[in-house]
């Protein structure tokens, strides 16, 4: 049953559950417990009337009540354990208390390479998965999860988890702050790069038409489209206004214009590309 920090709770031919390593080696021996069940960072296990949160070498961390439940964290590096009353404590995979708050309101788990989140209605926790560590609490209006990051995790794209995607209602985290964007955008999205296979810090907002509009980094929207621009950052962007001037902006400043009227532009790996079908048919890197 799924194998996390090395180890995965294991069930022998008579039934009985215990812990193996990757050596093939028993940390928690068949039968001492009735039932051992993977949560992820660490393991429920069960004897008689009684239920335990162990480690995965056998460590007691806490014992459950009749009404207490524990989950995963999407299968990462944590544990959930809900409280009857809506005491809620997240715990690392040594079973440390790494977290804790109180709802009792849904929750919504997700994970995302090395970023963790538990979201629900007035809060959203981002766990760093590597470090096994709280990475911020946020304050949120809704139950988020996660569903984009940006390469250094300053941006991250956030969404409720409705059964239909469609009814999705969005929200954004740059730097410090959660914005819920439901009522401005249809959709909020990253500015993906394919070559580096990575997201940036240039987010935007689709609306019904399914327009796009550049996210400032105050959670403001613009009121232009990004028609005709291409962003490396919210103040670093080229612009062409289809009538062959091509003008790079940085920090919000206008820098060199180039007139090329009959001219198709894209980027790569950074650089921009113009390739100008007028008498040279030439193409020109730009950085």
């Given at each position: 049953v799924g194998l996390v920090g090395g180890y995965a709770a294991v069930t022998n031919s008579d039934g009985k559950s215990g812990i193996v390593n990757v050596k093939g080696e028993m940390t928690v021996?068949?039968?001492?417990?009735?039932?051992?069940?993977?949560?992820?960072?660490?393991?429920?296990?069960?004897?008689?009337?009684?239920?335990?949160?162990?480690?995965?070498?056998?460590?007691?961390?806490?014992?459950?009540?009749?009404?207490?439940?524990?989950?995963?964290?999407?299968?990462?590096?944590?544990?959930?354990?809900?409280?009857?009353?809506?005491?809620?404590?997240?715990?690392?995979?040594?079973?440390?208390?790494?977290?804790?708050?109180?709802?009792?309101?849904?929750?919504?788990?997700?994970?995302?390479?090395?970023?963790?989140?538990?979201?629900?209605?007035?809060?959203?926790?981002?766990?760093?998965?590597?470090?096994?560590?709280?990475?911020?609490?946020?304050?949120?209006?809704?139950?988020?999860?996660?569903?984009?990051?940006?390469?250094?995790?300053?941006?991250?794209?956030l969404h409720t988890e409705e059964e239909e995607y469609a009814d999705n209602k969005y929200g954004i985290i740059i730097g410090d702050k959660v914005y819920d964007m439901p009522d401005k955008c249809r959709r909020v999205s990253l500015q993906y790069d394919y070559h580096t296979d990575s997201y940036r810090n240039v987010a935007f907002c689709e609306d019904e038409d399914f327009d796009e509009y550049l996210i400032h980094s105050d959670g403001t929207v613009d009121s232009k489209t990004t028609n005709g621009y291409i962003y490396f950052s919210e103040n670093d962007y080229l612009y062409n206004d289809g009538n062959g001037n091509i003008s790079f902006y940085v920090s919000g400043q206008k820098g060199k214009t180039i007139n090329k009227k009959y001219a198709s532009i894209s980027e790569y790996f950074g650089y921009i590309s113009i390739h100008s079908y007028d008498s040279t048919d030439s193409t020109t890197l730009y950085d």
């Open positions: 021996d068949f039968g001492k417990y009735d039932s051992i069940f993977s949560r992820g960072a660490l393991y429920e296990a069960s004897k008689g009337d009684s239920v335990e949160i162990i480690t995965a070498t056998g460590k007691k961390i806490t014992d459950l009540g009749k009404n207490d439940k524990s989950s995963s964290v999407a299968g990462s590096c944590f544990t959930v354990v809900r409280r009857e009353g809506g005491k809620n404590e997240i715990y690392d995979i040594k079973g440390n208390k790494v977290e804790s708050f109180e709802t009792d309101k849904d929750l919504v788990y997700h994970y995302d390479d090395d970023i963790a989140s538990v979201g629900y209605e007035g809060g959203l926790i981002v766990l760093n998965n590597k470090e096994m560590t709280v990475r911020k609490k946020y304050d949120a209006n809704l139950a988020y999860a996660i569903y984009g990051v940006s390469t250094d995790g300053s941006y991250m794209v």
